[in-house]
Every structure is written in structure tokens, then in C-alpha cells.
């Protein structure tokens, strides 16, 4: 039953994957065995990004913030190489993404590289979350995210593949969704209308939050 949600609503975000995408996919998951996780850590087209490991290495293992960062940058970087959809899995925490970015690490070393061009270097820009990763495309941000180093000086950078896209999911009831995750000054990026498709998934059946405005408005 979960793969017949799954199959097609991650199909469509792979084959608009190369277009630009208003809204980032926002999967509630009401199952209690969290069937998005199981899919997507089965399914090859899927790299899971453990936000609740990210959130608890800030919050409790106070891991430092820049190796955070490239942690995830890894990840990204092995999506946008391969045509693969990030997973932001967030289960039942707030990851505060506002804060979780280059602009707010102080210690990020290098900032730039160290052998002609001396080109800029990223580690999380605070976009990557919204329009589903799109500008992350941009060729500012794609020869800043992937190093040099990290395929060698001397080999050019692989081109970002098209179906590179950003997905987000959560155990956090819909109801609940805008007072534990979206509080303006942290969690994820507001406004939430304005920045996610919310999709809820209950085992049975599901629930497109923007059809049901549409229909709702027809």
C-alpha cells in the first residue's frame, strides 16, 4: 500500500526534477512504523538525511556546527552528482534549518579554495532547503558546494544532474505542523504556504494539502 503513494509522488518529483519547482515536498507521516523512512531507505533513488541525527549531534553531542554542515554537504553532494532526491528526515524533532547553515558558522575553514580560481566555498547554503533544491543548480551554488578537493584539483566538477531534488518528511501531526516546526525565528523556512507542499500520509490513504485548497476554492 505505502509504495503505491510513494512510487508515483516520488516519480513526479524526479521527472520535474530539472524544472523549477515553487514549493519543496513536505511528507507528514501519520504511520507508526513511519513508512516514508522504510521507502525511501529502500528505494535507490532516495538519499536519507537524518535531520533527527543532525538535531541531536547540535543540541546534545554539541558536535561542532561546520562539521554538521559538511556532513550534510556530503550528502547533497552525492545527490546533485547522481540524480538522487535528499530526504530530509526529521521524525519527531524541529531541526532548526534557519540556523544550520554557512551564514550562521563562524569557524568555517576554508572559505575559499586554495589553488586558482580561488573560487568561493560552501558547505550549506541557507537556500538548499526551498524550491525543492533548485537553485542549488545554479552554477554559483554548485561550484561552491562541490569542492575541487573532493574529486581531485586538477578534475573538473561533475555537472548537477538533472533529477537532483530536495524532499522533507515528518511524524509531526499536520495540526501540530506550524507551532513545532515552522516558528518564524527557528525550525524550517516560513512562511509555510509559501514554501511547502504538504502531503499527509495516514497508511490508508492520503492527503495533498494544496489539491484540497483548490477544490476547496472551486
Known sequence: MAAQFFHPLFDRVQATGAQE??????????????????????DERCIVLDGRKLHFDRTMKRKPL???LNDARLVLLNAMVH???????????CLDVLTMNDEHCLDLDPVAEHFPPFGKISYLPACWLLRSGHD????????????RTDFGKTQERPPCHPRFSVVVTTTTPLSLLDQRLFRSTIGLPTPREDNFRVVEWSGGEWKDEMEAATKDSS
Do not use: M, N, Y
Request: proline residues 2%.
Open 136 to 147: 542549488l543548480r545554479r552554477e554559483e551554488w554548485h561550484r561552491a558546494i562541490i569542492h
Open 21 to 42: 519547482q515553487e514549493k519543496t515536498l513536505l511528507i507528514v507521516d501519520k504511520t507508526p512504523a513511519e513508512d516514508s523512512l522504510a521507502f525511501c531507505l529502500e
Open 83 to 93: 540524480g538522487k532526491t535528499v530526504v530530509l528526515r526529521l521524525k519527531d524533532v
Open 66 to 68: 561546520r562539521l554538521i
